[in-house]
């Protein structure tokens, strides 16, 4: 099993350079873990690229239905007392918003604290790097 995060999920669903290698990736080990927040973060980003005409309407319907199908498969990480402490101790020791702060926390409860056991699939570079001084295994693209 390994930690999604939004970044590299999305490109599993529009045409972007990094596509294939996420396939082959997801194709590694199908066991996504996500954090609570996933699938309002790639909305997020859907409607971004639609807003910079990167993506027409058809394009951003047909990705959220497939977030839809990807939700009922993968596993979610819910919000808890645990995750809310660590967050801000995150958002103190890395330049973090808010969310990426959630999602790392997220991983970290997930993992028990040991982030060398569960590596983390990740195209933010901000995250990737506060994900690796936690101690995960990123793989980045």
Do not use: K, N, Y
């Not at 319907?61 to 009922?72: D, V």
């Not at 819910?78 to 402490?85: E, I, S």
């Amino acid at each position: 099993m390994r930690f999604w995060d939004a970044s590299a999920l999305i490109t599993l669903l529009v045409d972007e350079l990094a596509r294939e290698v996420m396939f082959s990736h997801l194709e590694e080990d199908p066991d996504v873990l996500v954090w609570r927040g996933t699938p309002v973060e790639m909305m997020s980003a859907l409607a971004g690229r639609e807003r910079e005409d990167r993506l027409a309407e058809r394009e951003v319907l047909e990705a959220q239905s497939a977030i839809g199908q990807l939700a009922r498969v993968w596993h979610e990480i819910l919000p808890t007392d645990r995750a809310r402490r660590t967050v801000q101790r995150l958002l103190r020791m890395h330049p973090l918003r808010a969310a990426d702060g959630l999602r790392l926390a997220a991983a970290l409860v997930a993992c028990g604290r040991d982030a060398s056991t569960l590596e983390w699939v990740c195209l933010d570079d901000r995250l990737t790097v506060a994900a690796r001084r936690e101690g995960f295994p990123v793989i980045a693209g």
